[in-house]
């Protein structure tokens, strides 16, 4: 890790040429025809199959897998380009090419889903044994989400309309967003230009007064575009909304509850527990205001470092700092992160054209994964970095399963990233060599912590009332302000001196059309992995096999029934909840105990 790291990545070792590539281009062509002669022959089995088409039900059946793998793979690869540079038109055409092929494909799964649901009990039970025996969970799964669905030509007219209805909504949010260029005044006294991204790193700057200014700069931004940005959100939910009333579906989360295989017991048990704990974290709120010499944080001051110097770290220490605390753990780990490093899979520059945030995506056929990022040289965008690799690691270690075990839910998906987020901070927590460094690395972990506990609960409950209130028609932008800083207040007990109105308009995942109520499976995934962590710590080094075994389980088994066979806990009691918040109060306490005067 001593030699300088690129912070592009190279997308040519998996179709040389970008948005411009012949083999890419070739590769679509090449699936569009598969899956083309697919639906044919689904729409030309008008009976439902039997025991006697064992054979050929296991070759639709696999003919299926590996269509929705190559899908996944061209979708993988447009997401890298759309993200690396938002001007790339040539990337936004394959895009929409792409969701129009999704739609496509996803008209071939309603037919597929059809046809399974109409199976008789008896030859379901003798079709899926032998060589569909691994995939048993997935095909029930896909059987039983059937029979909640329309019949299959409504459903497809749905999935197609969705490409110029649904899914362009979230393009268009997209395309505003990526061009938008923010107005600031640095320091020095030079005005600049810079993306969301580079505005949003400085939210986390030591000085307050560039926070703040940042601050006021992205809501400015917001502000001027928020009529746009409240017709898209009020079209994609009403869009949604209208598919649900078709369905039947009266709960809106429904929806969600099935893609994150989780029981709404389980959720409400998680905020429940979640509520009676946030007391001791507003506590750590209170205190880091102190520690600012301010009565209340601001929105803008709950990330902020508690040095007013922002030590800087290299994009090459970061990633020295990830693989080595990764080693104390699992050298498995470790090494996969150091390839990644090294093998540039991740796009960490910092630089104008990027999408806002960051992610992984993981490429079944490659079997690799791409990371994107934008690297200020903040503590915080190490823990990003961390917590990317982690997905990419969950993913490596089932890319040897079957394809359709391999699809987790986004709730157990965000266990693996968290969980190296952990390692980091604890780790760096124990080397910190002063009490300051102590007191900062503590500091890093409650601040995720009020992230996931707080932030996302506001999301949630925003998110949750504006669904409720889009039912009766569409929402103004004064009321969707007016729901978030309710919900903002609510979330974080109202320990806060001023909120983020437009929070609605600039958080991407409201708009996000592939999977509905983008935000609690993070608070879930936090605590899952927390839980996850402690049993970790009292078993040592050994549980590293236990890891994996439970990260390759994530897509083939409900959540509830992955915790009862890798932890033994029941989600749908409080213990478990409690005991991960336990875990992550006791930094509440230890920072107090560090800060008092």
């Keep these: 890790m001593g030699d300088v790291l690129n912070q592009k990545w190279n997308l040519d070792t998996l179709f040389q040429g970008e948005s411009n590539s012949a083999a890419f281009e070739s590769f679509l062509q090449s699936l569009e025809t598969e899956l083309s002669q697919f639906q044919e022959k689904l729409e030309a089995q008008k009976q439902p199959f039997t025991a006697e088409q064992a054979p050929f039900f296991d070759k639709t059946i696999h003919t299926y897998e590996d269509i929705t793998r190559k899908l996944t793979e061209a979708i993988a690869f447009t997401e890298c380009l759309t993200a690396q540079n938002v001007n790339d038109e040539k990337a936004s055409a394959l895009s929409s090419r792409l969701q129009a092929l999704s739609a496509k494909t996803d008209a071939a799964d309603i037919l597929l889903g059809n046809l399974l649901r109409d199976i008789t009990e008896s030859d379901w039970q003798q079709l899926i044994t032998g060589g569909l025996e691994d995939i048993r969970f997935n095909l029930q799964e896909k059987r039983d989400l059937s029979r909640k669905l329309l019949p299959a030509e409504q459903e497809q007219l749905i999935s197609n309309l969705s490409v110029d209805g649904y899914h362009a909504w979230g393009n268009f ?31 986390e700057d030591g000085n307050r007064t560039v926070r703040k200014n940042a601050f006021e700069a992205l809501e400015n931004a917001w502000s001027e575009q928020a009529d746009l940005f409240a017709t898209v959100l009020n079209h994609i939910s009403g869009y949604r909304l209208a598919a649900y009333k078709a369905r039947g579906w009266d709960d809106f989360l429904s929806e969600p509850l099935d893609y994150n295989r989780l029981s709404r017991k389980t959720l409400e048990r998680m905020w429940q527990t979640i509520e009676a704990y946030k007391p001791r974290f507003t506590a750590f709120l209170k205190r880091k205001a102190e520690l600012l010499g301010l ?16 030590p800087k770290i290299s994009y ?18 470790a090494d996969f992160a150091d390839h990644a490093l090294k093998s540039r899979w991740i796009e960490a520059e910092n630089r104008s054209g990027k999408r806002p945030g960051g992610f992984c995506t993981s490429f079944p056929i490659a079997e690799q994964s791409r990371i994107f990022m934008t690297f200020s040289g903040t503590m915080g965008n190490t823990s990003t970095l961390a917590h990317e690799l982690g997905h990419a690691y969950h993913q490596s270690v089932m ?97 806060l001196d001023t909120y983020h109105p437009l929070f609605w308009a600039s958080k991407l995942h409201f708009y996000i059309t592939d999977w509905p109520f983008y935000n609690f499976p993070y608070t879930f995934g936090f605590l899952f992995s927390t839980g996850i962590y402690v049993q970790a710590l009292k078993e040592g080094p050994a549980y590293a096999a236990k890891y994996d075994a439970l990260l390759r389980d994530t897509g083939r088994m409900t959540t509830e029934q992955l915790a009862a066979k890798h932890l033994g806990a029941d989600l749908t009691a409080e213990d478990f909840w409690s005991a991960a918040l336990d875990y992550c109060a006791a930094d509440v306490d230890e920072f107090l105990k560090l800060t008092e005067e």
């Design 173 to 203: 949010y997209y395309s505003l967003v990526g061009k938008l260029k923010i107005p600031f005044t640095n320091p020095e006294g030079t005005e600049e230009m810079l993306s969301i991204s580079q505005a949003n790193n400085l939210l």
């Design 295 to 310: 009565k209340k944080l601001a929105w803008y001051d709950v990330d902020a470092p508690l040095s007013t110097s922002s």
């Design 316 to 333: 090459e220490e970061a990633g020295a700092f990830v693989v080595r605390h990764f080693r104390s753990f699992n050298p498995k780990m």
């Design 399 to 495: 890319n040897d399963l079957p394809y359709l075990s391999q699809h987790y839910a986004m709730n157990v998906a965000e266990t693996a990233s968290t969980f190296s987020e952990l390692i980091v901070g604890d780790a760096a927590e124990t080397a910190a060599k002063t009490k300051e460094e102590k007191i900062t690395y503590l500091s890093n972990k409650l601040e995720r912590s009020i992230a996931l506990l707080m932030n996302i609960h506001a999301r949630f409950l925003f998110e949750t009332r504006f669904y409720d209130e889009r039912k009766k028609g569409m929402v103004s932008v004064d009321r969707l302000n007016a729901l978030m800083v309710e919900a903002q207040k609510e979330a974080y007990l109202d320990s």
